[in-house]
C-alpha cells in the first residue's frame, strides 16, 4: 500500500478525518452506526474527538468509526467490554440484555417532547440510571437526545388500525416489539445497518426513527411516507468502559470528563434544530410526510397505553412516574 492508498482506505473505512494519532498516545476508538452529515450522533461525535485530540494532545486520540464500519448495532457493546472499543452511544433501545430499567426510555407517550425527556435525565432517578450497568462495567457519561420518533410504512399510516398486519422493523426493545404488536402489527427486531435493505426489498412494510435517521438512512425513499406520531424517544447513552477510564491517568480522566460533559451539553442544545433542518431536507428531497390531527394522534395514544402496564413491573413504577411526570 502507498500511503496515498492507505490514507484512501482509512478514511473510506470512516475513522476521523482530523489529524492522524501520534505514537506515543493512547489511541481510544469511537464506534457509531449513524451516517450522512447532518446526523446529531455524528456531529458530537466528531465535536468530542476534536476537543479531546486539541486538548489532551500527545496523550489521548480519539477515532471516530461511524455507519457500522468499526462494529454494528449486534457487537459493540460486547466489543467495549473486550476492550476492542473504547466510546459508544447506543440507543437506550439496545440495553435489554443488560437491564430492564432502561426500558422507561421506550414507553409510547412518556415524553411530551425532547425537552421533557432532557429534564427527565437531569433528576435523580434520571442520573441514577447512568450508573444502572456498573457492575458489567459499562460507564454512562451522559445522555445525548436524538430526536422523537415517527412511523413509516409503505402505504400511509393515519390511524393505528392501518398498521394492522403490517411489519414493523424494531429496535432490540421488548417494550418496542409491545408498542407494535399493540398496534395490531408485528415487529422484526434487526441491525440499523440492515434497515434500508429490508425496507428496500419488502422484508418489512415499515420502520419508526427520527427526522435525522430517516435523512441520512434515505429511508424514506423506500416508504410512501413518514407519520408525524412523535410517539417515542431515541436518545443514547454516551458510555465508555470501567476497564479504560480507570487505566486513565487522573488529570487526563478528569479533562476527559469535563470535556464530555461539555459536548453532551452542546449536543443536547443543537439536536432540536438539527431534527428540524432533517425534517426539511426530506421534504426538499421529495419524502412525504402526514400530519395528524389531534383527534388521530390521540388514537395513536390510546392504542399504546396499555404497554405501560405490561412494564411496570420490570421497569418499576416510580421511575415510570419520574419519567411522566417530567
Ligand atoms: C436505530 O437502530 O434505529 C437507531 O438506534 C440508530 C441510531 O443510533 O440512531
Redesign the pocket.
Known sequence: LTLSALALSLSAAGAYAGPGCDSGETVAKFS???GGTTHP?VVAAERFAERVNNELDGKLCVEVYPNSTLFG?SKELEALLLGDVQFLA??L??FGSYTPKYGVFDLPFVFKDMDAAIRFTQTDAGKGLLHEMQDVGFVGLGYWM?GMKYFSANKPLIEPADANGLKFRV?TSDVAKAMIEAMGASPQPMA?AE?YGALQTGVVDGQE??WS?IYTQKFFEVQDSITETNHQL?A?LFMTSTEFLEGLDPEVREKLMQIADEVTQEANEAVKVAEAKNRQNILDAGGKINTLSDEQRQKWVDAMKPVWEQFENEIGSDLIQAAAGA
Request: aromatic share 12%; hydrophobic share 20%.
Open positions: 457509531h452506526v449513524t450522533k448495532d447506543p440507543s433501545s439496545k436524538s429496535q440499523f434497515v426513527n427520527t435517521n431515541l443514547y
